[in-house]
């Protein structure tokens, strides 16, 4: 299972930042990555990363604003977000990658959680 919490509303340039507590499988040995659905829109890719040794991976329109880490101790993911612009406006999800590349795909998500960037 993996449980999302942190979104909510936030003025533009503002901060979030969003958690991830995953349960039910050896999160250590899992690649993890965020991805995003904006209304009438599909889910993209925001950001991954690794079990071995951190590497990260970032959308092009989250890069230098957004960063992925994790903690195996405490089985969580955090994305935090910086300088949020409107389009970061979307339901943000959790997930379990079973694929890296060539591009991340997800096996399962979590719940999502809301994130609104408006004035």
């Known amino acids: 299972q993996l449980q999302a919490s942190g979104g909510g509303l936030v003025q533009p340039g503002g901060s979030l930042r969003l958690s991830c507590a995953a349960s039910g499988f050896p999160f250590s040995r899992y690649d993890m990555a965020w991805f995003r659905q904006a209304p009438g829109k599909e889910r993209e890719f925001v950001s991954a990363?690794?079990?071995?040794?951190?590497?990260?991976l970032y959308s092009d329109s989250v890069k230098g604003r957004f960063t992925i880490s994790r903690d195996n101790v405490k089985n969580t993911v955090t994305l935090e977000m910086n300088s949020l612009k409107p389009e970061d406006t979307a339901v943000y999800y959790c997930?379990?990658?079973?694929?890296?590349?060539?591009?991340?795909?997800?096996?399962?998500w979590g719940q999502g959680t809301q994130v609104t960037v408006s004035s």
């Open positions: 990363i690794a079990w071995r040794f951190g590497r990260t």
């Open positions: 997930s379990r990658l079973r694929q890296w590349a060539p591009t991340p795909l997800a096996r399962f």
